[in-house]
């Protein structure tokens, strides 16, 4: 049977045209009874959701609250983050510069994008623009670097060269936020417009996506926007929205199903919409070819259970599912779960929006409808992946008992409170500085403007977290003590390690050297593993080591050829090897590790 249009969608457009025998027929019969039914099983406040079908919109409606504890419904133009779902903008918008012959899909990405650099360096030299959106970089996520943090686009792609790779290039899926924002910032660097620009000009204007945004900042003042939430302690509360602007091009798109829904359009019009076509056919067609393997297990394999495999496009998951190919993504961010999927072969997609962190409700709507327009049996999916998962949110539970369990009583910390205060820094250069100060009977813990809580001791050397953000949490950290019996290093449980900063640097040189001596050391030097460029400089008659994106530190000579850098929050030196009058070598060692540099001829 098919369902009567309720929905009719134009190029700039959408009238609704609702009416009470639509909503009573196939494949929406009982469907918003079941929709409330799954919410309420879900705890999901707040829930919008559009389907298309044959180049038309032919349901839009909003569930539930925009914030809990009032009355404001949601409605189809209730504005909500779609979180990753926005990766696939990224990688159609790259499509777009493949067309006009700006770029190509193998482009090396370090040429696109000067001084971008990864740490193994054939990585760095074989990684293509496709590699960037397939998730195949050979890196895990590395979401400290943006997640919380001040850290400017362009600071977060340098500071990725100091990511250790996780497993072989191109060896295996694994899920990656940096390498979108590489991606973004190729588009920007090759269009001369930032990505939110690009975005908002050849994606958003031509589709007629008019409340459409890329930063949360453009939501201020708009009336009609869910409010974040999160289930904390069993209870679902209401969360701030998170800023992530500095790694827009992986997740911060903000838009409603309407505008959601001339998305889907153009994708299920293979890149036309409206009779204009934004996207080639080949373009539509690489976004949706395999480029990466996902292993079948897992998180996986409870959540599309039915699925015999599924692997990543550029942007996309594709699947299958009764016989047909399916596309889509999902989007999570603090306090928001989004779903964009489709059936190309069927011209059938749909756009799922809820205000609630992490449920998996909309992959439940997904198959529901998809099996209703299949002509496949009822389904109770909803309860079925709720029952499904209840093993890893059980575990995810049962953490802190075992934590309770295993936690030694009657112990107490090395050293007073005091001498675990200071300031602890990532030696790998990646994550930055970690601040850690007394108060009393506690430690008080900030890492970037996100991560600030409340330490207890917990046990022996360890202490437990209580971030001030709810979302976040609660955390373990462990102090370690040096050779010295003093405090060295801390560690972060699931996060970073870092190691303590010396309260001050000896500025002193051991040995004068004349301006001539000194001069001979200055040029420009670099490595390959890992990626390493720094400059040797004289700057008031001293000689500095600059590195990219950091101040000028200075070096105070211990021998004619061998120097301690000064200012830099750790131990280092820096020896340079001469032969015939000439630096052939210059060797960097800092914290016990030693990197070989070459001159730049």
């Not at 133009?77 to 777009?96: D, H, N, P, V």
């Not at 040429?111 to 360096?121: C, H, S, T």
């Amino acid at each position: 049977m098919t369902p009567r249009r309720i929905a009719q969608c134009s190029a700039g457009a959408v009238a609704l045209i609702a009416t009470t025998a639509a909503r009573a027929q196939a494949p929406f019969r009982d469907f918003d009874r079941y929709v409330a039914s799954a919410m309420q099983q879900w705890k999901v406040p707040g829930l919008a959701l559009a389907v298309v079908r044959n180049d038309s919109v032919v349901f839009a409606r909003g569930y539930g609250v925009r914030t809990l504890g009032t009355t404001d419904r949601v409605d189809e133009r209730t504005l909500f983050a779609i979180g990753s779902a926005s990766k696939a903008f990224t990688a159609a918008a790259l499509g777009m510069l493949v067309d006009q012959g700006r770029l190509a899909w193998d482009d090396r990405a370090g040429d696109r994008l000067p001084g971008f650099r990864l740490y193994d360096a054939y990585a760095s030299q074989e990684l293509r623009l496709r590699d960037l959106l397939s998730h195949r970089s050979g890196l895990e996520r590395g979401d400290l670097l943006w997640y919380g943090s001040s850290l400017s686009r362009d600071e977060i792609v340098r500071r990725v060269r100091f990511l250790e790779p996780s497993w072989s290039f191109r060896s295996r899926f694994g899920y990656q936020n940096l390498m979108y924002l590489a991606a973004g910032q190729v588009i920007a660097r090759t269009s001369g417009m930032s990505w939110d620009d690009f975005i908002a000009q050849r994606i958003f204007r031509p589709l007629g996506m008019t409340s459409s945004n890329t930063s949360v900042r453009a939501l201020a003042g708009q009336p009609n926007v869910a409010t974040p939430h999160a289930e904390i302690d069993d209870t679902v509360r209401t969360v701030p929205w998170r800023d992530i602007d500095n790694i827009a091009p992986a997740g911060s798109i903000n838009s409603h199903v309407l505008d959601m829904a001339q998305w889907v359009r153009l994708h299920l019009g293979d890149g036309q919409f409206a009779g204009q076509r934004l996207l080639s056919s080949a373009v539509v067609r690489a976004m949706q070819a395999p480029h990466s393997i996902v292993p079948t297990e897992g998180v996986y394999a409870r959540l599309f259970p039915e699925s015999n495999f599924t692997v990543y496009g550029l942007g996309w998951f594709l699947q299958d599912h009764r016989g047909r190919r399916i596309m889509h993504h999902g989007g999570n961010i603090d306090g928001m779960s989004a779903l964009v999927a489709m059936i190309p072969s069927e011209h059938l997609g749909l756009v799922v929006l809820t205000n609630l962190n992490g449920t998996q409700l909309p992959i439940a709507l997904m198959y529901r409808i998809f099996d209703a327009h299949l002509g496949a049996p009822a389904k109770d999916w909803s309860t079925d992946l709720r029952t499904a998962l209840e093993p890893l949110l059980r575990e995810g539970r049962e953490q802190e008992q075992r934590a309770e369990r295993e936690r030694v009583t009657g112990t107490r910390p090395s050293h007073p409170l005091a001498d675990y205060a200071g300031r602890y820094v990532d030696p790998d250069s990646l994550y930055g500085e970690l601040q850690v100060s007394s108060d009393g009977d506690r430690l008080q813990v900030r890492y970037g403007p996100a991560f600030v809580g409340d330490a207890e001791h917990w046990h022996y050397e360890t202490f437990r977290i209580r971030w001030r953000e709810p979302i976040l949490g609660r955390g373990f950290m462990t102090f370690s003590l040096g050779h010295d019996g003093k405090v060295a290093e801390v560690s972060l449980r699931d996060l970073a390690d870092f190691r303590r900063r010396p309260e001050s640097a000896d500025t002193t040189n051991v040995v004068t050297l004349s301006e001539a001596d000194l001069r001979r050391f200055v040029g420009r030097y670099s490595a390959e593993a890992p990626p390493i460029d720094l400059a040797i400089e004289m700057l008031d008659g001293r000689l500095r080591v600059v590195l990219p994106g950091q101040p000028a530190y200075g070096l105070a000579a211990l021998t004619p050829t061998r120097f301690r850098v000064t200012g830099i929050p750790f131990e280092a030196s820096v020896e340079f090897f001469v032969e015939g009058g000439r630096v052939v070598r210059a060797a960097i060692t800092q914290q016990g590790r030693t990197f070989e540099l070459r001159p730049a001829r």
